[in-house]
């Protein structure tokens, strides 16, 4: 018996260690990676240059406490500045935390108003986290049931649908912000309308709401661009990360700009952990390394490659609904629950995911060359169509 608590239904394998985009288990069996730890492992596994800079700082400083100036945080939050035209950095160790963060501070800008009970704008089908006030603001029962009571100050509206938005803006007196994912991942991969978010940013200046984008799994490279939303041409107020920042090592971070700036004031926020030297060392050399492979532009290029060669491939079958992706971030949507083809993926040495009861979540390194997205590719279909094929 497992002293683990019960929290996840984990796949039967191990795996000791990984190269590049592949991961090896005891067996010494291969798995070609197109998870990444879940959108993670920007740079893969094992990546040589990031070791090396890990295994240096951490033979000089891992942790010190934030009662003390620390530079490397410094440089991370002038580099995520620099890439995003934001203005201020908090750093923090996941993208719950992030949120958390965006939150406190969409509350604390309400009450500087005179707004006594802040509201957030969030999402039906959206995902921001575990934690309890993430959990409310998340757009999916499954996650919160059993947790009740919820915090409060959410009010809900359809994805990529501004007249809702407009509909609160016109009845809702308290709302001080809206929180939303430039492209819904755990929601299945689902890509609003290219105007939605200019929508969303002309309703919160006419309004003098923020507009919070979650870019925990959107951003730091996933859909050719360093923030999704830059695909767009708007800046946000807030903007939340992690996954992709740290290449495995836990770190994240909530950015502000604009009417956002200034508003955590000492004793305000804090965190143990957070921005410590090797997490903020991890991200510093992830941003690094993307910049010097020039891992920007490959993303978008192989992504467009990968999505094309799934919509020739299984486009036009009976069973899919969708190809969709920007990027690296690409889901393939079927007209049945597919949780199943996660194991059959496995046991054929390939790591993907199921989100959304069923869409195939392609959200691999950006490390990958042309011929893994072709074994990718090869792996996959076949995989899917016999799935179709079955009654
Ligand atoms: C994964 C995710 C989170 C939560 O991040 P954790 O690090 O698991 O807390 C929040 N928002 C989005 C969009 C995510 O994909």
């Known amino acids: 018996m497992s002293h683990l608590m019960n929290t996840y239904a984990r796949q039967p394998v191990a795996f000791t260690h990984g190269e590049g985009v592949w991961l090896f288990d005891s067996n010494g069996k291969r798995y070609l990676d197109a998870l990444a730890g879940i959108a993670v492992n920007t740079l893969g596994h094992a990546h040589p240059e990031f070791t090396t800079a890990l295994t240096a700082q951490l033979g000089k400083l891992i942790h010190v406490s934030n009662v003390y100036q620390i530079p490397e945080q410094e440089r991370i939050a002038d580099k995520l500045c620099e890439l995003s035209g934001m203005q201020e950095a908090f750093l923090c160790n996941s993208g719950c935390e992030a949120n958390e963060a965006a939150i406190k501070l969409a509350r604390l800008y309400g009450h500087s108003k005179g707004i006594d009970t802040p509201n957030i704008i969030v999402m039906e089908k959206s995902f921001h986290g575990r934690t309890l006030a993430t959990l409310s603001a998340t757009g999916n029962r499954k996650v919160q049931a059993g947790f009740e009571p919820l915090v409060k100050g959410f009010v809900r509206v359809p ?3 501004i007249t809702a938005v407009e509909q609160v803006a016109a009845n ?3 709302v001080v912000a809206i929180l939303v994912e430039p492209i819904q991942g755990e929601g299945g991969i689902r890509i609003p309308d ?6 969303l940013r002309k309703i919160c200046d006419a309004n003098g709401w923020l507009l919070m984008l979650d870019e925990v799994q959107s951003g730091i490279g996933r859909t050719g661009k360093w923030f999704a939303h830059q695909h767009t041409g708007i800046t946000p107020d807030v903007m939340t990360l992690a996954k992709g920042l740290g290449s495995g090592v836990p770190v994240g971070a909530c950015l502000t700009a604009g009417i956002a700036v ?3 004031k000492p004793g305000n926020h804090g965190s143990t952990f957070g ?3 090797l997490a903020c060392t991890a991200a510093l050399t992830t941003l ?18 990968i999505k094309q060669q799934f919509q020739e491939r299984l486009g036009s079958q009976k069973g899919v609904v969708a190809v969709r992706g920007l990027g690296m971030m690409i889901g393939i949507e079927l007209a049945k629950p597919c949780g199943e083809l996660v194991g059959k993926a496995l046991d054929s040495g390939l790591l993907i995911n199921v989100t959304a009861d069923n869409v195939v979540r392609l959200v691999p390194s950006l490390i990958y060359t042309q011929t893994e997205a072709q074994q990718l590719v090869d792996m996959l279909c076949p995989l899917i169509e016999s799935l179709l094929m079955q009654e």
């Open 262 to 264: 200034g508003t955590f």
């Open 159 to 161: 994805y990529d649908d």
């Open 275 to 277: 921005g410590n030297p």
């Open 172 to 174: 809702n007196p308290d």
């Open 288 to 305: 690094s390394i993307m910049e010097k492979q020039n891992l920007l532009a490959h993303a978008a290029t192989l992504g467009v490659w």
């Open 194 to 199: 290219a105007t939605y978010l200019q929508g």
